[in-house]
């Protein structure tokens, strides 16, 4: 996808979604619409893009030809003591000159590097924007995972603090020992200051999502827990990574780079040969009311001026010597393209190993989220078991407790696994630069307000 298109479907994504989700909790594509109209690093974004793109109109303008027009308008005023004369002469002057660059190598690769600039600047752009994508999802994903952290260490609380009670109940009547009861408030405790730590995480992950948009949320829409957890298609790492050295943006914007500081080289190496430059001139001049003049008994009539000039022809300019200054430059450019290159390498190499990384991290989350689902089911038998055990006798409070940590942790390690993979998945589009307003779109189906994740007030 050109970065034209990119940016228009980033566009329309946005103009159409505001109009489309306004009456119910704040879901995802609604704070992505958001965010292309206020996030401030997405605008300066533009702007950068904007400026740079100027830059092929200046160089164009070089090679362009060049029209000017003078002129002038005079009074002069002649007043001799000796001769014993004064006179006024007034006149007009203007002159229209054009300049066409013939021969002009400097010129040309000049324009050449600007084209590489504009096209490295698009492709800044267009990572800026898949940028925004990922960190939108990103801190709306990390806000549904703290909030689901924070339900299941709630439920947690809660489950031990009737632990807690019961066993205290049963401590008054003989039935169980004063060390339960500690094992049970300790349980207890542990579980407040964990809840106390998740509702600060919540309030973090909501600011960081307002510090996007600069708006407060108050209810964000819950992630269906029928999304789908699939392999990444095709599910094979190499695809992955060809697209990710074909398509990925930053590395897009690198390779321009390069080829921006390769034409700068040529640019300063051009400096050497000559120019040629068409020119035309046309200047007219033209004086009125010349006075008769008598100096020593003899007259003199001055001349009106009524004078046209047009001149046509060829300008050559040879460059001999600048101090050293030009073979500096070269020199200076000829290192800025090798650093450009070894960057280039640098990076590339880079993005194959984040690109397999990030494959087998979305591979290992299908994987995980699979096991975790199961194991939840295993963790919700074994409390019931230890539950039964705890009542007939065969199970002591410490195992009761365990399993009921057992339960509600593994609820958060499925949850985490969930959102990694979301995220993880979005990162590897990304690195692929296959990330776009699409993907908003997509998971924004799996969004439901019917269980939506509050703003917890300030403490």
């Known amino acids: 996808m050109t970065q034209a298109a990119f940016y228009r479907q980033f566009i329309v994504t946005a103009v159409g979604v505001l109009g489309l989700h306004g009456a119910h909790a704040e879901n995802l594509a609604d704070i992505y619409a958001t965010a292309q109209l206020q996030d401030p690093t997405i605008k300066a974004a533009r702007a950068n893009f904007e400026a740079r793109h100027e830059i092929v109109y200046q160089a164009r303008g070089v090679v362009l030809p060049q029209i000017r027009l003078s002129g002038d308008a005079t009074r002069s005023k002649i007043d001799s003591d000796s001769s014993d004369y004064e006179v006024t002469i007034e006149g007009y002057s203007y002159t229209a000159s054009l300049e066409q660059a013939v021969f002009n190598l400097q010129a040309w690769y000049g324009y050449q590097q600007a084209e590489a600039i504009d096209a490295q600047a698009a492709a800044e752009l267009s990572a800026a924007e898949q940028d925004l994508v990922l960190r939108v999802a990103s801190a709306y994903f990390n806000v549904l995972r703290a909030a689901a952290n924070l339900r299941s260490s709630q439920a947690e609380e809660a489950a031990i603090k009737r632990q807690l009670e019961q066993t205290e109940q049963r401590f008054e009547v003989g039935l169980t020992a004063i060390t339960d009861v500690h094992e049970a408030q300790a349980a207890y405790d542990l579980t407040v200051v964990v809840r106390i730590q998740l509702e600060n995480q919540l309030e973090i992950a909501f600011n960081a999502l307002e510090s996007i948009t600069g708006e407060r949320y108050e209810q964000l829409s819950g992630l269906s827990p029928s999304y789908p957890v699939v392999p990444a298609e095709p599910a094979a790492r190499e695809p992955w990574v060809n697209a990710a050295l074909e398509s990925n943006f930053s590395l897009l914007s690198l390779t321009a780079a390069v080829e921006a500081a390769e034409r700068n080289v040529s640019v300063q190496k051009s400096v050497y040969y000559p120019t040629v430059s068409l020119f035309a001139q046309y200047q007219r001049e033209y004086t009125d009311d010349a006075p008769s003049l008598v100096v020593g ?49 640098r990076v590339r190499l880079d993005l194959v190993q984040q690109t397999r990384s990030l494959f087998s991290l979305v591979m290992t989350d299908v994987e995980r989220v699979r096991a975790r689902r199961q194991a939840l089911v295993s ?42 993979y979301v995220i993880h998945m979005l990162q590897l589009k990304q690195a692929a630069g296959r990330l776009g307003p699409d993907d908003v779109e997509g998971l924004n189906t799996w969004l439901r307000d019917a269980d939506p994740v509050t703003d917890p007030p300030p403490t």
């Open 297 to 345: 008994g003899n007259t003199f009539q001055l001349q009106n001026t009524d004078q046209d000039t047009a001149t046509i022809g060829l300008r050559l300019e040879v460059p001999l010597f600048s101090g050293g200054l030009n073979a500096s430059r070269v020199r200076q450019a000829a290192s800025e393209f090798d650093a450009a290159r070894f960057n280039l390498d």
């Open 379 to 420: 963790a919700q038998s074994a409390l019931k078991a230890t539950e039964v055990g705890y009542e007939v006798g065969t199970r002591n409070v410490v195992d009761l407790l365990q399993a009921q940590r057992g339960l509600y942790g593994t609820q958060r390690d499925l949850a985490n696994a969930r959102y990694d």
